[in-house]
């Protein structure tokens, strides 16, 4: 027999794709798992990396595979699963291995999985690079023993997983490098390059692995939690590879804490001279450090333009906290971190989490109303997921709180290939033992107003105006949600949404399943109707139609009478006069990607609204009053980023998807400044030019 001389391996992080890709990033995971063994392995192997699914069906009909990796992660927990199976059905000598943030640690749960899931041959739990190469390893010296799966499948590996009749057979339960410097980098060895040529795709670029934290709601501390991190200069030279090379403009940070080491600092800078010398890149995703002191002070100040500094609390209820393993911040530590980003003309935010362990509707209002008076540009609202693979997620833990839950299809994860069909779902927490599922209903229409109000700041100057005549956000809200014949636009909005969204949920998997199979063909014909299936994209549709569908902005005409109909002091005049220039201010400060876009706008105010802002909206508007009136420059924080997500935003016109997704919240609107903005020099993308520092 002849016998090929490579192996030929496929790593696959399939996204769905019936609509539109709808994970656009760079499959950084399998990049890494890839680029690590091909320096081991050299020309004893071939290897190639896929991101959909069409491609690489046409490559295995050509070269049938010997390993299918597999990077299975909640947002493609049930594709790679079934095209695991069809692989292993077509092509039964191939090894199946499965990594990535869905493989769990507990040995029970990953006997359960391969038991389940039998075309499944190996798991690797937490990094994949050294795991995955010592599986090629063993396949290297048996490869052409007929009884090859069987004889490595009893052979312990460090870092894998797997059964050997009802054996789980292990070596060490992880195998991670230690020290990063030995892995390749998938970008500066030219593996990912093909990546980069595609503009639906978002390069992601590692800094640092591991998260020290063990909060419950969340995978990452649970899958590594030890910090270690990639030499600056590396990352330095991704950044500027990427920048050369990539078609899309915005770039992410995979880093679960990015400010936690000392060393981020230099890559903050980095990111910094780069944005500043190439306009490079137009806008960045990153996720900060949960931790804030000096040093994250000093990167949100160096990443002004391009980043927020957010402060996620996720709850302010002490027991809560406890439950869900994260220590607090002190008020004191909140309020001096935003007294310094004043100073700094630094956005700020923060995110909520409801239904956590122990909130209760009560307690959870009492969150809602300290973090608005904290003053964020931009607050979060979410619901609880429970997410595979997360404390929470766990049978104790359900039985613990009893939560009850439903299922919503994951933003437009449908797969519909050929015969294979498949989705995915969030499963949404929504009754714990504190909370009942009427109040969660309740708290789905907070979710709206606040989603719509606050995160993107658009009525935030308003609310806080509120809070300095002792009007608390939630006495907004009852009043908004208490008379819905005086405030009929919101009230609808924010109905139609709780409607929209509980229409969305499906008591089991097999439900929603069975309901999106059921209309598939259907929605064939009209795939922009899926668009409006996910959580996120009801809010933007909601958006949409609020704020920039509706030229007289009668949102903000609803706002303000609801405001002065909860004044009841001896300033009623002052009040309103207050309240009703806040609101222009608001309509103004308001991007709107529907429109022609005008980076600075002019506004003429009697108050020193710089001066009111930088203080921190504190004191009441009417102490600012100037002499005479003066005129202030509305003006956005980074005029190409925006003008670049607009551009892409062409295509999603009816619920601004790009706009939303893919700027950060202090990019949605304008921010006030004293003057007009300098002659910028404004700086162009260089490509395939080498930069020097
Ligand atoms: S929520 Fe953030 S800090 Fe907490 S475990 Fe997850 S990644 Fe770590």
Redesign the pocket.
């Known amino acids: 027999m002849k016998y090929k001389t490579k192996l030929n391996i496929y790593l696959v992080e399939p996204a769905n794709d019936y609509v539109e890709v709808d994970i656009k990033s760079i499959p950084l995971g399998i990049g890494y798992v890839g680029v690590y063994c091909k320096h081991q392995f050299k020309d004893d192997i071939s290897i190639s990396v896929f991101r959909t699914l069409k491609p690489f069906f046409n490559k295995i009909e050509n070269e049938e595979p010997d390993v299918v990796g597999f990077g299975c992660y909640a947002w493609n927990y049930n594709l790679t699963r079934k095209v695991a199976a069809l692989i292993k059905e077509r092509f039964p000598k191939c090894l199946i291995v499965f990594g990535g943030a869905s493989i769990e640690y507990d040995h029970e749960n990953n006997r359960t999985f391969l038991q389940e899931n039998p075309f499944i041959d190996f798991l690797i739990f937490g990094d994949g690079e050294l795991a995955f190469s010592g599986i090629i390893q063993l396949l290297m010296r048996c490869r052409y023993n007929n009884d090859r799966i069987n004889i490595i499948k009893s052979t312990p590996v460090d870092g894998v997983r797997t059964l050997n009749g009802k054996d789980i057979v292990m070596g060490n339960p992880s195998y991670t490098a230690k020290d990063l410097s030995i892995l390749p980098s998938p970008y500066l060895t030219g593996f990912l390059d093909n990546f980069l040529e595609d503009v639906q795709l978002m390069p992601i670029i590692q800094n640092t692995r591991g998260?020290?934290?063990?909060?419950s709601?969340?995978?990452?501390?649970?899958q590594s939690s030890k910090l270690r991190n990639f030499a600056f200069g590396r990352v330095s030279s991704e950044i500027d590879y990427i920048r050369c090379r990539s078609k899309n403009e915005n770039l992410r940070f995979a880093d679960?804490?990015f400010g936690i080491l000392s060393s981020d600092i230099e890559v903050a800078k980095y990111l910094r001279y780069s944005y500043d010398t190439y306009k490079y890149p137009a806008s960045l995703k990153l996720?900060s450090s949960?931790v804030t002191n000096d040093r994250t002070r000093q990167i949100a100040k160096i990443l002004e333009p391009l980043a927020i500094m957010c402060l996620?609390f996720?709850t302010l209820t002490p027991s809560v906290l406890i439950n869900i393993r994260?220590t607090p911040i002190s008020d004191n530590e909140i309020i001096e971190n935003l007294k310094f980003a004043k100073r700094n003309c630094i956005a700020t935010g923060s995110s909520l989490i409801f239904c956590l362990p122990g909130e209760s509707l009560k307690s959870f209002k009492e969150t809602l109303d300290k973090t608005v008076e904290f003053r964020f540009d931009s607050i979060a609202f979410g619901v609880l997921w429970l997410l595979k693979g997360s404390e929470l997620g766990t049978k104790e833990m359900r039985e613990k709180y009893q939560y009850k839950s439903k299922f919503m299809l994951s933003e437009n994860a449908i797969t519909y290939y050929n015969n294979l069909f498949s989705l995915e779902a969030e499963e949404i927490s929504i009754s714990s033992k504190d909370i009942s599922f009427e109040d969660w209903k309740t708290g789905l229409q907070y979710r709206a107003l606040v989603n719509m109000m606050l995160y993107n700041g658009y009525a935030k100057e308003l609310f806080l105006h509120c809070l300095t005549f002792n009007i608390k956000f939630t006495d907004v809200i009852h009043e908004l949600f208490d008379n819905p014949e005086k405030y009929p636009i919101i009230n609808n909005a924010c109905i139609e949404y709780r409607e929209e969204y509980l229409g969305l949920m499906h008591d089991t998997e097999e439900d929603l399943y069975k309901h999106i199979k059921g209309k598939i063909d259907k929605m064939r014909e009209n795939k922009e109707s899926i668009e409006l299936t996910g959580q996120n994209r009801i809010t933007y549709y909601f958006l949409t139609r609020l704020f920039f569908d509706d030229p007289v902005h009668k949102v903000f005409d609803e706002i303000t009478d609801c405001i002065l109909s909860l004044y009841k002091g001896k300033q009623s005049v002052l009040f309103s006069e207050l309240t009703l220039h806040l609101k222009d201010l608001s309509i103004k400060l308001i991007i709107n990607p529907k429109i022609q876009f005008q980076d600075e706008i002019k506004f003429k105010s009697k108050y020193n609204l710089t001066k009111w802002i930088e203080e921190g909206c504190i004191n009441q508007l009417g102490n600012y009053l100037l002499a005479k009136h003066k005129i202030f420059f509305l003006r956005s924080r980074n005029s190409d980023g925006i003008k670049y997500a607009i551009k892409k935003n062409e295509k999603n016109k009816i619920n601004c998807f790009y706009f939303f997704r893919y700027l950060n919240s202090s990019h949605h609107r304008r921010v006030v400044y004293e003057n007009a903005s300098s002659s910028k020099t404004e700086g162009k993308r260089l490509r395939h030019e080498p930069i020097t520092t």
């Open positions: 998260c020290p934290f063990k909060c709601f969340c995978v990452s501390g649970r679960d804490n996720v949960r996620p996720q994260r």
